[in-house]
DNA sequence: TAGTGTTAGATTTTT
DNA sequence: TCTAACACTA
């Protein structure tokens, strides 16, 4: 306890009655929640696996695990919960598969292979695939997932004939689910709510497991998770909450941050502690955010304050376009990077849209700025990765038609779009999956011979290595399997340089690897069944396991809603400009809040220095644009803003003498060192 | 099946 | 204005 604030120690005492932590950005909620689930187990008794924390991300799950780890012996955490919701709802969908219909080895799909099904199922449907965007739909569809509304509910409340039709869907994309043995991402969090809600014995069952419950990012919790809250919990409603309200950031993809305010209606025992002591900023930083978010009219008023030190005022950077705008901030890292010794991995730049990204990484490159940019494409969702995926998948769940769809003609086998629509026709029509069909009479008789023939031996090839694979650890069966397959020819096949070919290869290395590692039960050691496995690794992104070198020393570029959860000790805001942020299309009330909360949050990022840039003209679809400054930045005070450059021929001369600054300390310090 | 033409869309994104 | 996904043709 020692360490701790009075009402953060409040917060980890108080286990009798459910409780809800409004934490500010920056107050040690992290830590809160890690406390917490040391006092129940060294004072309050409770056992380790009767503890069930729950978070977004894989990668808040793993840190809050490893700062645990740091404050209990293993023996005394063994068999503590700490997982995404979507991870807590596979644990339960697989200990009480048979209730969902499911057969061990079931899969789940991830957002792109559920997309494909949906076109696939549109296809097949004309009506429906003139009126429906592939993409709209499933958008749709997973809202009403979140919210719990089944098909026919759906079809009952569409309100207009696109809506009915995206219902209709939704019947016919769960069923199709269903007879492939698969769920997507939702139904981790929906079936197991439905199974709670409707088997009291079950519900008896989970309630009994879980002593203690604590969910962290409350604000970020949707109608089913939420739900999934108060059935797992129970009457006894041993729950803690954290989460802050002004860092409601993920509305717009179904987040109810009035879940906050439901705690209070749902949980009459329900007691509230602020935490509003910040550790990590300067106090200008937290001056400009408390500024900013008292024009939030949806939100609880809370002040941060912090002991940190008083700070400066933060510059506004006036450029002239983007890239003056991305060149005057690479050249002001860079002078920090030499005048102050600032490390680069200690800066980050922020900005609302990705699309930002790009002349900044043109620039820091121009000037030899080492940089990571967060986000883009995924190393899992490369198509080599993909494509090794399925074969797995399809090992353990030999009903996976998104596999099966995605590496039945990878490496070519002469099964081409005519057989596959064929077969998707014989397969819905006796309602079971791709592989079944291609073994049934109709398909015999009305696929072409040569073809059909073809696709039973591939069928069969499937059947044998699925024996093998578990036979022996799966890295090494996949390893055979590729070989068997001569992926690497296919590769050399597709790729025009052979040094392309090499990369896509050493990344299933990678994953070979990757496959290994994540192989063993973190808690047990034991190796994981095969089924296990492929489950494990739908929901973990590569990404997060091939965390590059902590101490890489790269200037962070990151878009606001990434930011979310980190710190930095100087922090560049671009793109401070009306219709950029706020964006153009959040000008609505709503909306427009849930903008300024995303300043708020870069903001809040920072621990040092604040830096804000904007541009004077911006090209926008091919057209040059005068640009106004984001209102946002009329909402602090003018004292605590510095502006710079604001006319023109000043920017200019300032601008290059900073670049002459910068390049002279470079030199010198060059000279100094005798070698670049 | 590769190559070319056409058209929409251009915010944020985890699991 | 630029891109990427798609549909169409050779």
């Known amino acids: 306890m020692h360490g701790l604030n009075p009402q953060q120690q409040a917060a980890v005492r108080h286990v009798d009655t459910p409780l809800l932590v409004l934490a500010g950005a920056g107050s040690g909620k992290t830590r809160v929640i890690v406390e917490k ?143 492939c043995n698969a769920l997507d991402f939702d139904d981790l969090i929906k079936r197991p709510v439905e199974l709670l809600r409707d088997d009291s014995d079950a519900r008896e069952r989970w309630q009994r497991r879980v002593r203690y419950l604590l969910v962290d990012e409350y604000q970020d919790t949707n109608t089913s998770q939420y739900e999934l809250v108060r059935l797992l919990v129970g009457p006894l409603a041993r729950l803690t909450a954290v989460g ?57 008023p809370k002040r ?36 102050d010794q600032t490390p680069y991995r200690h800066v980050a730049i922020l900005f609302r849209g990705n699309h930002q990204a790009r002349l900044l990484e043109q620039q820091l490159r121009k000037l030899s700025i080492p940089y990571q940019l967060t986000g883009g494409q995924s190393f899992f969702e490369r198509a080599e990765v ?35 629509e064929r077969l998707g026709l014989i397969a819905r029509e006796r309602r079971t999956h791709l592989a079944e069909a291609a073994r ?5 008789q009305r696929l072409d011979p040569r073809v059909h023939h073809q696709l039973l031996q591939f069928l069969d090839w499937l059947d044998a290595a699925r024996l093998d694979i578990n036979a022996r650890p799966a890295a090494e069966a996949m390893r055979t399997l590729l070989e068997e397959i001569d992926y690497a020819a296919y590769l050399r096949d597709q790729e025009n340089s052979s040094k392309a070919a090499e990369r896509r290869w050493t990344n299933l290395q990678d994953w070979l690897e990757w496959t290994e590692r994540i192989g063993i039960d973190n808690d047990s050691g034991e190796a994981l069944s095969l089924t296990e496995l492929v489950q494990k690794m739908s929901l973990l992104g590569i990404l997060e396991q091939k965390t590059r070198d902590q101490d890489d020393d790269a200037v962070r570029l990151l878009t606001l809603h990434a930011a979310k959860g980190l710190e930095f000790p100087h922090v ?64 602090i005070d003018a004292d605590l803003l510095r502006w710079e450059g604001i006319g023109v021929q000043k920017s200019e001369e300032e601008h290059r003498a900073t670049a002459a600054e910068a390049m002279s300390t470079i030199r010198a310090m060059l000279d100094n060192a005798g070698k670049p």
């Open 37 to 179: 689930i040391v006092h129940l187990i060294e004072a309050k008794g409770t056992p380790a696996n009767g503890i069930w924390a729950v978070t977004f991300t894989n990668k808040a799950a793993r840190e809050m695990g490893e700062r645990i780890a740091q404050r209990l012996p293993a023996d005394r955490r063994r068999g503590l919960n700490i997982s995404t919701f979507h991870t807590l709802g596979l644990k339960l969908i697989r200990r009480e598969t048979a209730a969902f219909g499911l057969r061990p080895g079931f899969t789940v799909l991830d957002a792109e292979d559920s997309l494909n099904l949906i076109k696939s199922l549109l296809a097949q449907n004309e009506a429906a695939a003139g009126l429906l965007e592939p993409k709209e739909a499933q958008r749709q569809i997973s809202a009403w997932k979140n919210d719990l509304l089944t098909p026919s509910r759906a079809a009952t409340a569409a309100a207009d004939e696109v809506e009915a039709a995206i219902a209709s869907l939704y019947h016919d994309y769960d069923r199709q689910l269903t007879a």
């Open 244 to 300: 802050d309200d002004h860092q409601s950031i993920y509305a717009w993809r179904g987040a109810r941050p009035e879940n906050l305010s439901h705690l209070a209606r749902d949980f009459p025992r329900l007691a509230t502690i602020k935490l509003e002591q910040n550790y990590r900023s300067v106090n200008t930083v937290l001056t400009a955010a408390n500024q900013l978010i008292a024009n939030d009219p949806t939100t609880q």
């Open 304 to 339: 941060l304050w912090s002991a940190v030190g008083p700070g400066e005022a933060h510059r506004v950077l006036v450029c002239d376009t983007a890239d003056d705008e991305a060149e005057r901030i690479a050249t002001d890292i860079l002078h920090r990077h030499f005048k």
């Open 386 to 420: 993909k494509d090794a995926m399925a074969y797995l998948r399809l090992m353990s769940n030999p009903s996976d038609d998104a596999a099966l769809l995605r590496i039945i003609n990878t490496p070519r086998r002469g099964i081409g779009p005519t057989t596959l």
């Open 440 to 444: 049934s009479i109709s398909a015999e």
């Open 572 to 635: 560049y805001l671009s793109g401070m400009e009306e219709d950029l942020l706020p964006h153009q299309d959040c000008q609505e009330d709503d909306r427009l809040a849930e903008e300024r909360r995303l300043c708020f949050v870069g903001i809040t990022r920072a621990q040092k220095s604040l830096t804000f840039t904007l541009t004077k003209r911006r090209r926008r679809y091919g057209q040059w644009r005068d640009v106004r400054p984001s209102r946002f930045l009329e909402e």
